[in-house]
C-alpha cells in the first residue's frame, strides 16, 4: 500500500551545479535545495549525468526516476523525482 501512495507524489528539488571541481560533494541546503560539487565538465552533458546520479544515490531511487525539467544549460538546475 505505501509503495502504490508513493508512486503517485513527485518530489521536485532545486539544484545549484559547480563542474569542474576538484572534489565532488553534495550538501543539503534544506529539504528542496541541494548544492553539487562534480568532478566532469559542463560538456557533452557529462556534468548533469553525474549530478542525476548522485541525487539518485542520495535519495536511494533508480537513475531513471530523476529527471532535469528545468536548467539544462545553467548552473541552477530543477529536478524532478518520479
Same mark, same amino acid.
Request: hydrophobic residues 45%.
Given at each position: 500500500?505505501?509503495? #502504490?501512495? /508513493?508512486? @503517485?507524489?513527485?518530489?521536485? #528539488?532545486?539544484?545549484?551545479? $559547480? !563542474?569542474?571541481?576538484? %572534489?565532488?560533494?553534495? %550538501? #543539503? ?6 548544492? #553539487? @560539487?562534480?568532478?566532469?565538465? !559542463?560538456?557533452?552533458?557529462? !556534468?548533469? $549525468? /553525474?549530478?542525476?546520479?548522485?541525487? !539518485?544515490? &542520495?535519495?536511494?531511487?533508480?537513475? %531513471?526516476?530523476? /529527471?532535469?525539467?528545468?536548467? &539544462? ?10
Amino acid at each position: 500500500m505505501v509503495e #502504490i501512495i /508513493r508512486n @503517485f507524489f513527485k518530489m521536485y #528539488i532545486h539544484v545549484k551545479v $559547480t !563542474a569542474g571541481a576538484k %572534489k565532488e560533494s553534495l %550538501k #543539503i541546503k534544506s529539504e528542496d535545495h541541494f548544492e #553539487i @560539487f562534480v568532478k566532469e565538465k !559542463a560538456e557533452r552533458n557529462m !556534468a548533469n $549525468t /553525474r549530478v542525476l546520479e548522485l541525487v !539518485a544515490k &542520495h535519495l536511494k531511487v533508480p537513475v %531513471k526516476k530523476v /529527471r532535469i525539467v528545468n536548467g &539544462h544549460h545553467h548552473p541552477s538546475k530543477l529536478l524532478v523525482i518520479d
